[in-house]
């Protein structure tokens, strides 16, 4: 509207809009390409036990190994790939890369895999990530997903048959991000959820701001009385996993423990965990 009623500047949002479009059509032909040809490859955080720092797993996230700009954030394409219908392939790709980097890891350890809340509006999902499990001979219980509130809303019924489908092949739910959004305690207990993964800004911000202290002490308090797990995600200081294991926070996982990793780093970490084990954080046992 500007632009037409001040003609001289026209030329200069036309453009721009061009290039913008431009870029986004080509982002969405790469983001094909890039798929088809393994481009998109699973980085690997670990999460910890934090009653006595043990590993449990590792959460898988995407990223765009790009030919030009280097390994690209998934912030930057996830959302494309929701847009365009390509989240389906892009997760069936990343979760057989995991499964075969996983087989050879140590049976106990478990693999997290993100899915998007326009996920659980398709029936047919469940059956989708088990035909990948099963080419590549993956153990289901070895599987977590993850899943944000966002994915809860939309379709209830289906989001729910979807969230009992997995937790019959004994496949972990986890609630992502929870804090952040439109957090609801009722979704905790209307869906079959296993684990919470407290947002990493409330743990960021506990030790300088009693409210997000008090917001996690009550989040761990209400979680073990429904019989909910919990991780802490975001840990960048030892000391504040000592904390939140203190408190009875199951799993904890950032920085501190490490960085997502390529799938070629992950022997080498389990190589140096073994040989020199993190210091027992712990006091109780847990089942
Ligand atoms: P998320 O699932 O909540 O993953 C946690 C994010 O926090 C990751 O960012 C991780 O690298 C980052 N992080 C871990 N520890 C720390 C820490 O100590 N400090 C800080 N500042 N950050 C930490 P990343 O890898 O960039 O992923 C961003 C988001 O993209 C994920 O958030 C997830 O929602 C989405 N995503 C990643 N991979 C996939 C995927 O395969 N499928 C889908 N649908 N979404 C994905
Ligand atoms: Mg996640
Ligand atoms: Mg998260
Ligand atoms: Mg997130």
């Not at 049976?107 to 035909?131: F, H, T």
């Not at 209830?156 to 092949?169: E, G, K, P, Q």
């Not at 190589?271 to 046992?285: E, M, T």
Request: hydrophobic share 40%; glycine share 8%.
């Amino acid at each position: 509207y500007r632009a037409k009623a001040n003609p001289g500047t026209y030329r200069f949002f036309q453009p721009a809009m061009d290039r913008e479009l431009k870029q986004t059509l080509r982002l969405q032909r790469d983001l094909h390409t890039a798929i088809a040809n393994g481009a998109i490859v699973p980085f690997y955080q670990p999460f910890l036990r934090l009653s006595d720092n043990s590993l449990a797993g590792f959460e898988v996230l995407a990223r765009w190994n790009h030919p030009i700009r280097g390994f690209i954030s998934p912030d930057a394409f996830i959302p494309v790939a929701e847009e365009i219908g390509l989240i389906g392939q892009l997760t069936t790709a990343i979760l057989r890369q995991a499964c075969l980097d996983a087989s050879k890891w140590p049976q106990n350890l478990k693999i997290s895999v993100n899915l998007s809340p326009v996920q659980l509006k398709e029936v047919s999902l469940p059956d989708q990530i088990y035909r990948t499990l099963r080419t590549a001979g993956f153990p289901p219980q070895r599987l977590e997903i993850e899943i944000t509130e966002t994915g809860l809303v939309n379709d209830v019924t289906t989001a729910r048959a979807i969230l009992t489908n997995f937790r019959t092949a004994g496949i972990e739910v986890a609630l992502d991000d929870f804090g952040t959004g439109y957090s609801s305690l009722q979704n905790l207990r209307s869906f079959p959820v296993t684990k919470l993964k407290i947002d990493k800004s409330f743990v960021r911000s506990m030790n300088t701001d009693p409210q997000s202290k008090s917001l996690v002490v009550g989040i761990l308090a209400m979680s073990k009385s429904l019989g909910i797990l919990t991780t802490a995600e975001g840990i960048e200081e030892a000391g504040e996993g000592v904390w939140l294991g203190s408190i009875g926070c199951d799993y904890g996982q950032g920085y501190c423990y490490a960085k997502p990793m390529r799938g070629e780093e992950v022997p080498a970490f389990l190589n140096s965990r073994a040989a020199a084990p993190a210091p027992d954080a712990g006091a109780r046992q847990r089942a």
